[in-house]
C-alpha cells in the first residue's frame, strides 16, 4: 500500500489497529523491561514520528534490552554496533573492497555496513571520537550513506537508537551540537525504584524471559508516520511550541530571564517541529484525535534537554538543563 495515498477509511484502520494493540506492546514489552513507562512513552513516540531518539543513562539500566524489545516487536532489522575509541567510519557505513571474478576481471564492490538495517543501535555513542560519530549525520538526516563518491539509499523505515553513558563518565566523548539536534529526543534512563528493582532481579533470576511476539511489520511503521502527520493540532497548540523553543534563546525578547542569565545557546526549528510532530504521535499513542497543550509540556524535556547549552556560569552554580526547563514551562504561558 502507498501511505502516501491512504484513503480515510484506511487510515481510520490503521489507527484502531495502533489503539487496539497499545496494550499488547506493554504486555510483550513487560516480558523484559519492568516499569520505565516514561522511557517506552517517548521511545515509542519518536518511532511513530520517524525520529531518531538517545537515550542516556548509567551502564546496567536496560538500554540495549530496551531498543532489541522494541525492534522485535516491529518486526524490522536490527544491527548493533558497539561504539568503541578505534572504531572506524568505514566500520559504520561500509567500505569498497576489490574482487575478483571468475573470468580474471578486477572490480570493486561495495559490501554494506550495520548502517543498512530498519533499526540502528549505536550502543554508548559517546565511546568513539567526534571523526567516528560524525559517520551517522548523513544517514540519520538523509537516510542514505555516500561512500566513494557514491550514494546508497537505506530501506525504510530507518532509525538510530542510541544510547550514551553521562558524558562525565571516564573515556567519553561529548556530541557535537549538530549531531545531538538530529535525535528526536534524549530520553533519560534512571535507576528503578525499590519495588520494580526488586521485581527485575526476581524475574530475571528465577526463569528465562518469553519471546517477544512481532506485532507490526515495517510496512505498518510507515503508515502510522503517515498517520501521524494527518493528526489534527490547534494554530495556537503549535504556537505555544514555538514560543517554548524561542524561549529558549538568550537576548531574544521572548527569552526569559532564568534563559538570559544561564543559557549560553538556544533550541533551533528543529525542536519547534519535534514538539508539533511528538504532540500528534502522543496524542495517537493515547487514543486521542488531536494533540493538545499537555502533549507538548510533557515531551519539553525530551526534546529540549539536549538542544539547550548552559553557560559557564549555570555550569558553576550547578544550574541543570531541566532546571531551565522547568523554568520555561512556569513562566511561557500556554494562553
Known sequence: MNTEQLTDEQEKTIVEHLRESRT??????????VGQKDVVQQLLISLLAGGHCLITGAPGLAKTLLVRSVAQIFDLKFQRIQFTPDLMPSDITGTEILEQSSDGTRSMQFV???????????????????????????AMGEHQVTVAGRRYVLEEPFFVLATQNPIEMEGTYPLPEAQLDRFMFNVLIDYLPHDEELDVVMQ?????????????????????????????????TADYAVRLVEATRPGRNQATTFVNEWVSWGAGLRAAQTLVLGAKARALLEGRSHAAIDDIRALAAPTLRHRVLLNYKAEAEGVTVEDCIESLLLNVSAD
Do not use: C, M, W, Y
Open 204 to 236: 530475571t533470576t528465577s526463569t528465562r524471559p518469553e519471546p517477544i511476539e512481532k506485532l507490526f511489520s515495517g510496512l505498518d511503521v510507515l503508515q502510522f508516520q503517515e498517520v501521524v502527520r494527518r493528526v489534527p493540532i490547534a494554530r495556537e
Open 112 to 138: 554494506h555496513g550495520p548502517i543498512f538495517a530498519n533499526v540502528v543501535l549505536a550502543d554508548e555513542i559517546n565511546r568513539t571520537p567526534p571523526k567516528t560519530q560524525a559517520a551517522l549525520l548523513e
Open 24 to 33: 499488547r506492546i506493554d504486555t510483550e514489552l513487560s516480558k523484559t523491561i
